[in-house]
């Protein structure tokens, strides 16, 4: 729903037919590989929507031979959509609710729940206190069947700004989704329980955080067995790498740190080696927190599970400092970085508000989106030109970038640029090299600014004192500041409600200000993006003041 593609005239519709059609023949060989569009729509009222994706197998665009940003292969949710169908809506609805229905163990065994073990009122028993009040009296519980709404927002044209509609009217149509937090009734005894944490991809302030409330909440349900896998999803299989035990006292101070108290990896998704590791060690309830990737492997682990019927929960933890996990408000780790982004910005401000004729530009880390780069700029209200992955630029020439920054010395004497690292890579030669978890390894745009800026300045015979700053790993090597820390405790409280909930191949987010559960298979279809139409890059340009560059 991120780049909602605008109404289209009837000369266009070949064009839109060619593209179902494409997207249609795609999804029959079984592979999709460039973001998938969620709809598409013309003027003939016609919608497709709803591809689900199971894991990504491979990276490259098997059609194209070109990378994919995540490599997905379609399965069989899809729905066609006529408009004047009066009864589209409710379609649509049933498909909604189909697809954010939750996975549960319940869904492969038959099993009857018990009465929570959680209990806030430290005088009762979940059975009744000692007067015989039962703990029904009391409102602490989530109801399976509570709702929260994806969107508030009615639009009532496509053409609204930062629109996301789904029929050519931009009808409001209700999308719930599953309200997080503890049930009345549970699916596992809370004694037997044996639960395993585990944090993987690139460090991202607050993990420590969440392993710390997931011990604390399980420990309050009751559970003894608690155990932390080393180094990501290595530690399953690696040869000398021994699970840690974990407790309230182990962990109490952990969150005084940044990192990651478990230690975290990339590559080795061997997803039957880690099963066949979670069977060995009778692993209950697995948590695991990470980014697009990490939930990619999570939501293998829970069908693997379901394939051998294991009766184990896989919850996920949406982490990665790039915010770029489609559905929620953000990912945590995501605010502190921008935090820490900010410095680094007000230094280049500094240096270029002292030097004469100061540049200072800073690269700030997003692997496919430049969220931290726009919040960063925002938030600092230094920075004179933001430049993301999601809205092309070019250096040279009449409207390039270059030619402003002139300008722009020109007119205040100093400037300062923020670059997204993924931004201008069609600018840069690609060296096709991957990491060990088969990420596509960026060009260094900043290097290259910062060379092109230099030498442009040499050439027109303007003297210009250019300072570049990549603040890198600080930014994420940090502990969370107060908003991520309040949002890693809830997410981590959540996990665990969720798991004990007995849902599987779930993650615990925040959607819409309030705290949900959502499928796995929801989240990976494609990393989330900035939209270049959104009100926020709209407000980012407003505070940069910078033109179109193309
Ligand atoms: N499609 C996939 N299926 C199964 N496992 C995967 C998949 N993609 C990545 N993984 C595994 O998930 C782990 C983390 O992946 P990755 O390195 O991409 O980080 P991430 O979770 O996306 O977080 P970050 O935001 O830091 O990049 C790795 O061990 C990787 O092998
Ligand atoms: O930790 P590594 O492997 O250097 O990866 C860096 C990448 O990880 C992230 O920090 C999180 O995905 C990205 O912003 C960055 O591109
Ligand atoms: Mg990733």
Redesign the pocket.
């Known amino acids: 729903m991120e780049n909602p593609l605008p109404l289209l005239d009837d000369n266009h519709f070949e064009l839109v037919h060619i593209l179902i059609k494409m997207a249609v023949s795609l999804k029959s060989s079984g592979s999709f590989c460039s973001t998938p569009p969620q709809w598409l729509h013309s003027t003939r009222d016609r919608i497709l929507y709803g591809y689900s994706h199971s ?3 491979e990276c490259t665009c098997k059609k194209t031979k070109r990378p994919a940003p ?1 490599c997905v292969k379609a399965t069989s949710t899809k729905v066609e959509l006529d408009f004047n169908d009066p009864s589209w809506k409710q379609k649509f609805q049933e498909d909604w609710d189909k697809r954010f229905n939750l996975p549960r163990i319940t869904d492969i065994y038959d099993l009857k729940p018990r009465p929570t073990t959680f209990s806030l009122k430290k005088n009762r028993s979940p059975a009744g206190d000692e007067n015989g009040t039962p703990m029904d009296k009391w409102n602490g519980y989530v109801n399976s069947d509570d709702r929260a709404l994806l969107k508030v927002i009615k639009y009532s044209s496509p053409n609204s700004a930062g629109a996301e509609c789904i029929d050519p009217d931009c009808s409001w149509v209700e999308q719930w989704v599953h309200r997080a937090g503890p049930r009345k009734e549970i699916y596992y005894e809370p004694e037997e329980v044996k639960a395993a944490i585990v944090t ?3 460090l ?1 302030p607050g993990l420590n955080d969440v392993i710390r409330q997931i011990v604390f909440t399980l420990e309050t349900y009751g559970v003894k067995n608690i155990v932390g896998i080393p180094f ?3 530690g399953f299989f690696e040869k000398g790498l021994k699970e840690m035990p974990l407790s309230r006292h182990l962990v109490e101070n952990i969150n005084l740190a940044g990192g990651s108290f478990l230690g975290v ?5 061997k ?1 039957s080696e880690i099963v066949d590791s979670i069977q060995a060690r009778r692993i209950d309830m697995l948590f695991v927190l ?8 999570a939501n ?1 682990i829970h069908e693997e599970c379901r394939k051998r019927k294991l009766k184990v929960s896989v919850v996920a933890v949406p ?4 915010n ?1 996990i489609l559905l929620m408000d953000k990912t945590f780790g995501f605010d502190t970085a921008v935090e820490e982004a900010q410095r680094a910005i007000n230094s280049a401000y500094i240096e270029a508000r002292s030097a004469y004729h100061g540049i200072g530009l800073v690269k700030l880390m997003g ?1 496919s989106s430049g969220f931290i780069a726009m919040h960063a700029s925002l938030s600092s209200g230094q920075v004179d030109v933001c430049l993301i992955p999601e809205v092309p630029f070019t250096l040279d020439g009449e409207y390039g970038v270059l030619r402003h920054l002139e300008h722009l010395l020109k007119t205040k004497g100093f400037c300062v640029v923020c670059v997204a690292e993924a931004a201008g890579q069609e600018l840069l030669q690609k060296s096709g090299a991957t ?5 596509v390894i960026l060009s260094d745009i900043g290097v290259h600014m910062q060379q092109k800026i230099k030498m442009h300045f040499k050439d027109i015979g303007v003297p210009a004192d250019v300072k570049y700053i990549d603040p890198t790993y600080m930014v994420r090597a940090c502990r969370a500041n107060a908003s991520d820390a309040i949002l890693c405790t809830v997410l981590g409280q959540n996990a665990v409600h969720g798991a004990f909930a007995g849902f599987s191949g779930i993650t615990s987010c925040i959607c819409n200000t309030h705290y949900v559960y959502l499928p796995i298979t929801e989240v990976i279809t494609a990393p989330k993006r900035v939209n270049p139409n959104s009100r926020m890059w709209h407000r980012c340009l407003t505070s940069t003041g910078q033109p179109d560059f193309h």
Do not use: E, P, Q, W
Request: proline share 0%; net charge positive.
């Open positions: 894991n990504a197998k995540l993987c991809g690139g991202c990501g999803y290595r990896s990339r590559g080795g998704a997803t990470g980014g697009n990737g990490t939930h990619a492997g293998a982490k990665t400092i790039d770029d692997r990491d060990a978890s088969g990420n």
